[in-house]
C-alpha cells in the first residue's frame, strides 16, 4: 500500500504536469502521511543534506563553463577545424555538424548547451546550401544528445552521485560509446547524402589555411585536455576540473578571441543558477522518496519480480533498457537517473554487473530520450533553432534513434567496449602507485 500511495500520486501530479521536483515531494508526504513509514522531520532533513554534496557542484559549472564557450568563440573554431577534416565529403555539413557536436559535447557535458550552440551555426548553412530543413533539425537534435555521453557530462555526475560510485571512471567508460554513436551518425548521414546527392564543400584548403585553423582552434582544442587530463592525473577532482573549465571559458572568450564581454557574465551567471535550483530541487526531494522506497524495501521486491520472470541475464537486461527507452519518452533525464538508479541497483548487484557498465546503459538509454516524443527535450531545442515543425522533425529522426538503439545493444552485450578503459586506467593507477611505493 505504501508503493501504492507512493507511486500513485506521483503518476497523477505528473499527469497533471506539477513539476518532477514538486511531484517527488508531494508523493512522499503523501505516502508519509498515510503510513508514517518515516518521521517528516527526517524527510525534511533529507531535502538538505541530499543537495550538500562536493560532486554535484560541477553541474553549475559545466553548464555555465558550456555556455561561456558557446557564445565566446569556442564552437565556432571548433566548426572550422571539424570543415577542414570533413568537410569535403559526400554531406560534408552534416559530417561537420555530427564532429562538432562531439567535440563540443567533451567540453559542455550538457545535449541542450550542444543542439544550441552548433545548431545555430551549422543548420541555417545547411539549409541555405540545400540541405533539407527536417533532416538538418534531426541531425542537429540527434547530434547534441552525444553531450550526454561524451564526457564530461552531467548525466553520469548525477548517476554516480546518486549511486556513490566514481565519476571519473564513468567518465572514462564513456569514451568510447560517445565514439561509437557519432560514428553511427556520420555513416548514415553520408549515404543519406550520397542518395539525397548533397555534395561536399567545394572549396580546397591549401597547407596554410588548415596549419591557420588548427591553430586558431588551439584554445578550443585543449580544453577537453585540460579537464580530463587533469581529472586523470590526480592534479584536481572532476567538481574542481568544472570549475577549471568555466574559468578557462571566461578567459579565452573575453580574452583571446574577445567575443564575450563582462555584461555578458551576468546572463549566463542567471542561467546556470536556475538550472541548478530546479535540479537541486528534484535532487533534495528524490533523496525522501528514495528513503520511502528504502524502508519500504521496494527496490528489492522489483529486482525478485525481474528475478522471478527470468534469471537469464541477457534477457533481464533487455527488460531494463525497453524500461529506460520507455521512461526516458516522458521524463526529464536526470530526473529519471535521480529516480531510477537506486531502484535498480539492487538488481545489478545480484546480476553481477558492474555499476559503471550499468552507468553507461542508462545514459545512453536516456539520451535517446533526448529525440523520442512526447517529451524529446533535444527536438524541442532544434525547433526553436530551426523553427522547423515538430511532427516533421520526429519523422526524421527515427533512423538516427534506430541508430543509437543499435548502438546501444552492442554496448550493453558487450561490456568491453564500455569497461575496457576504465580498467586499463585503474591498472594503470595501481602499478604507478606500486612504482612510487
Given at each position: 500500500?505504501v508503493a501504492?500511495?507512493l507511486?500513485?500520486?506521483?503518476i497523477?501530479?505528473?499527469?497533471?504536469?506539477?513539476?518532477?521536483g514538486?511531484s517527488?515531494g508531494?508523493?512522499?508526504?503523501?505516502a508519509i502521511?498515510?503510513?508514517?513509514?518515516i518521521?517528516?522531520?527526517?524527510?525534511?532533513?533529507?531535502?538538505t543534506?541530499?543537495?550538500d554534496?562536493?560532486?554535484?557542484?560541477?553541474?553549475p559549472f559545466f553548464i555555465?563553463?558550456?555556455?561561456?564557450?558557446?557564445?565566446?568563440g569556442?564552437s565556432?573554431?571548433?566548426?572550422d577545424?571539424?570543415?577542414?577534416?570533413?568537410?569535403r565529403?559526400?554531406?560534408?555539413?552534416?559530417?561537420?555538424t555530427i564532429?562538432a557536436c562531439?567535440?563540443?559535447g567533451a567540453?559542455?557535458?550538457?545535449?541542450?548547451?550542444?543542439?544550441a550552440?552548433?545548431?545555430?551555426?551549422?543548420?541555417p548553412d545547411m539549409?541555405?546550401?540545400g540541405?533539407?530543413k527536417?533532416?538538418?533539425?534531426?541531425?542537429?537534435?540527434a547530434?547534441?544528445?552525444l553531450?550526454a555521453?561524451?564526457?564530461?557530462?552531467?548525466s553520469?555526475?548525477?548517476?554516480?552521485?546518486?549511486?556513490?560510485?566514481?565519476?571519473?571512471?564513468?567518465?572514462l567508460a564513456?569514451?568510447?560509446?560517445g565514439i561509437?554513436?557519432?560514428?553511427?551518425?556520420?555513416?548514415?548521414?553520408?549515404f543519406?547524402?550520397k542518395?539525397k546527392?548533397?555534395?561536399?564543400?567545394?572549396?580546397h584548403y591549401t597547407?596554410?589555411?588548415?596549419?591557420?585553423?588548427?591553430w586558431?582552434?588551439?584554445?578550443?582544442?585543449?580544453?577537453?585536455?585540460?579537464?580530463?587530463?587533469?581529472?586523470?592525473g590526480?592534479?584536481?577532482?572532476p567538481?574542481?576540473a568544472a570549475a577549471?573549465?568555466?574559468?578557462?571559458?571566461?578567459f579565452?572568450?573575453?580574452?583571446?578571441?574577445?567575443e564575450l564581454?563582462?555584461?555578458?557574465?551576468p546572463?549566463?551567471l542567471?542561467?546556470?543558477?536556475?538550472i541548478?535550483?530546479?535540479?537541486?530541487v528534484?535532487?533534495g526531494t528524490?533523496?525522501?522518496?528514495?528513503?520511502?522506497?528504502?524502508?519500504?524495501?521496494?527496490p528489492?521486491?522489483?529486482?525478485?519480480l525481474?528475478?522471478?520472470?527470468?534469471?537469464?541475464?541477457?534477457i533481464?537486461?533487455?527488460?531494463?533498457n525497453?524500461?529506460?527507452?520507455?521512461?526516458?519518452?516522458?521524463?526529464?533525464t536526470l530526473?529519471?537517473?535521480?529516480?531510477?538508479?537506486p531502484?535498480?541497483?539492487?538488481?545489478?548487484h545480484?546480476?553481477?554487473?558492474?555499476?559503471?557498465?550499468?552507468?553507461l546503459?542508462?545514459?545512453?538509454?536516456?539520451?535517446?530520450g533526448y529525440?523520442t516524443?512526447?517529451?524529446?527535450?533535444?527536438l524541442?531545442?532544434?525547433?526553436?533553432?530551426?523553427?522547423?515543425?515538430f511532427?516533421k522533425?520526429?519523422?526524421?529522426?527515427?533512423?538516427f534513434t534506430?541508430?543509437?538503439?543499435?548502438?546501444?545493444?552492442?554496448?550493453?552485450?558487450?561490456?568491453?567496449?564500455?569497461?575496457?578503459?576504465?580498467?586499463?586506467?585503474?591498472r594503470?593507477?595501481?602499478?604507478?602507485?606500486?612504482?612510487?611505493?
Amino acid at each position: 500500500m505504501v508503493a501504492l500511495v507512493l507511486f500513485g500520486v506521483f503518476i497523477i501530479c505528473f499527469v497533471l504536469t506539477v513539476p518532477i521536483g514538486i511531484s517527488l515531494g508531494v508523493a512522499s508526504i503523501s505516502a508519509i502521511w498515510y503510513s508514517d513509514i518515516i518521521n517528516i522531520t527526517y524527510f525534511a532533513q533529507k531535502l538538505t543534506t541530499a543537495a550538500d554534496s562536493f560532486p554535484l557542484m560541477a553541474v553549475p559549472f559545466f553548464i555555465l563553463a558550456g555556455n561561456l564557450m558557446g557564445s565566446g568563440g569556442v564552437s565556432r573554431r571548433l566548426l572550422d577545424l571539424a570543415t577542414i577534416c570533413f568537410g569535403r565529403m559526400s554531406g560534408g555539413l552534416a559530417l561537420v555538424t555530427i564532429a562538432a557536436c562531439m567535440f563540443f559535447g567533451a567540453i559542455s557535458g550538457s545535449a541542450a548547451a550542444t543542439v544550441a550552440a552548433i545548431g545555430t551555426l551549422m543548420v541555417p548553412d545547411m539549409i541555405n546550401k540545400g540541405y533539407d530543413k527536417s533532416f538538418s533539425s534531426a541531425l542537429i537534435a540527434a547530434s547534441g544528445g552525444l553531450g550526454a555521453i561524451i564526457p564530461p557530462s552531467l548525466s553520469m555526475v548525477i548517476y554516480c552521485v546518486a549511486t556513490e560510485q566514481s565519476i571519473s571512471e564513468l567518465f572514462l567508460a564513456g569514451v568510447i560509446p560517445g565514439i561509437l554513436l557519432g560514428l553511427g551518425f556520420m555513416v548514415y548521414s553520408y549515404f543519406y547524402a550520397k542518395k539525397k546527392g548533397y555534395s561536399g564543400a567545394a572549396h580546397h584548403y591549401t597547407l596554410k589555411e588548415k596549419l591557420d585553423i588548427v591553430w586558431e582552434a588551439k584554445w578550443a582544442i585543449v580544453v577537453p585536455v585540460i579537464i580530463l587530463g587533469g581529472i586523470y592525473g590526480g592534479i584536481f577532482t572532476p567538481t574542481e576540473a568544472a570549475a577549471v573549465a568555466v574559468a578557462y571559458g571566461w578567459f579565452i572568450g573575453t580574452f583571446i578571441y574577445k567575443e564575450l564581454t563582462f555584461r555578458d557574465l551576468p546572463k549566463y551567471l542567471l542561467q546556470a543558477a536556475v538550472i541548478t535550483a530546479t535540479l537541486l530541487v528534484i535532487i533534495g526531494t528524490s533523496a525522501g522518496f528514495g528513503s520511502i522506497l528504502t524502508l519500504a524495501r521496494i527496490p528489492n521486491q522489483i529486482a525478485n519480480l525481474i528475478l522471478s520472470l527470468s534469471d537469464n541475464t541477457v534477457i533481464i537486461l533487455l527488460m531494463i533498457n525497453a524500461l529506460l527507452l520507455f521512461v526516458g519518452t516522458f521524463m526529464e533525464t536526470l530526473a529519471a537517473i535521480i529516480i531510477l538508479a537506486p531502484m535498480l541497483l539492487p538488481l545489478i548487484h545480484q546480476l553481477g554487473i558492474d555499476p559503471i557498465h550499468f552507468g553507461l546503459i542508462m545514459c545512453v538509454n536516456l539520451a535517446i530520450g533526448y529525440i523520442t516524443p512526447p517529451l524529446g527535450a533535444n527536438l524541442f531545442v532544434a525547433c526553436g533553432v530551426t523553427g522547423t515543425p515538430f511532427s516533421k522533425i520526429c519523422r526524421s529522426v527515427i533512423p538516427f534513434t534506430i541508430s543509437m538503439i543499435l548502438t546501444l545493444g552492442l554496448l550493453t552485450y558487450v561490456p568491453q567496449l564500455t569497461m575496457f578503459l576504465p580498467k586499463y586506467f585503474m591498472r594503470g593507477m595501481a602499478l604507478s602507485q606500486a612504482l612510487a611505493f
